[in-house]
């Protein structure tokens, strides 16, 4: 197995079983980026270079804000303002004419985002590496609860980075099983929770239904 995928992380999310264990690594890793670049690294090169590039998106830039440390968000911030500003300023004035194309404005991106992006993929090839190399691994997937469909997409896309031929039509014929399965297992839960709410089901057991709509809504989108 490759070196760089790290096995150990994939391994523990499943086993505590949930609606995606991807999900539950990104949130873990969006804490750790978070913290890096608020922590020593807001002195480092490298970070500012890529914070200035990059910036952060709205949902990250409140996520950095809510960790309280206003100094090293203000060094970040001061910095990929300023060099905002010079790209702006070295922006060419719009040309007009009537069949002249019109430009676009920079996009906005985010360093957070980014990493993290990056990091979600190779936990994603990690789980397809697994299906071949490790023998706990295919029980423990094939009766878990699948995965968000953002991350099973992830998945499916990410797998023939290390699987081939039979092993890859086995892999992804189990994923696609496991994942039918477990969105068929929740709109079942769904349909309950909303069939409780006719009085005629006042006296019945809720069954797994009391948070299926929050899971329902994990499973379509993954974690915010």
């Given at each position: 197995m490759r070196q760089h995928l790290d096995t150990a992380p994939v391994l523990e999310k499943m086993r505590a079983g949930g609606e995606c264990p991807l999900c539950a690594l990104k949130l873990d890793n969006e804490a750790s980026y978070a913290d890096y670049f608020l922590g020593g690294s807001v002195m480092e090169v490298s970070t500012r270079q890529e914070v200035n590039e990059k910036g952060f998106c709205a949902k990250h830039l409140k996520m950095l804000f809510d960790r309280n440390n206003r100094l090293g968000l203000a060094l970040l911030e001061s910095s990929h303002l300023k060099e905002t500003v010079k790209r702006l300023k070295a922006r060419p004035n719009p040309k007009r004419g009537l069949f002249q194309k019109k430009e676009e404005a920079p996009k906005a991106g985010c360093a957070l985002?980014?990493?993290?992006?990056?990091?979600?993929?190779?936990?994603?090839?990690?789980?397809?590496?697994?299906?071949?190399?490790?023998?706990?691994?295919?029980?423990?997937?094939?009766?878990?609860?699948?995965?968000?469909?953002?991350?099973?997409?992830?998945?499916?896309?990410?797998?023939?980075?290390?699987?081939?031929?039979?092993?890859?039509?086995?892999?992804?014929?189990?994923?696609?099983?496991?994942?039918?399965?477990?969105?068929?297992?929740?709109?079942?839960?769904?349909?309950?929770?909303?069939?409780?709410?006719?009085?005629r089901n006042a006296d019945k057991p809720w069954g797994e239904s009391r948070d299926s709509v929050e899971r329902c809504m994990k499973k379509l989108r993954g974690e915010a």
């Open positions: 985002c980014d990493r993290l992006e990056a990091t979600m993929r190779r936990y994603a090839l990690t789980v397809a590496a697994l299906w071949e190399k490790e023998k706990e691994f295919k029980p423990l997937f094939q009766n878990g609860k699948g995965f968000c469909l953002p991350h099973y997409e992830m998945i499916r896309d990410e797998a023939p980075g290390i699987l081939s031929g039979k092993a890859l039509e086995e892999f992804i014929s189990a994923l696609d099983e496991v994942e039918m399965k477990n969105l068929e297992r929740l709109i079942a839960e769904v349909d309950w929770f909303a069939q409780k709410h006719d009085y």
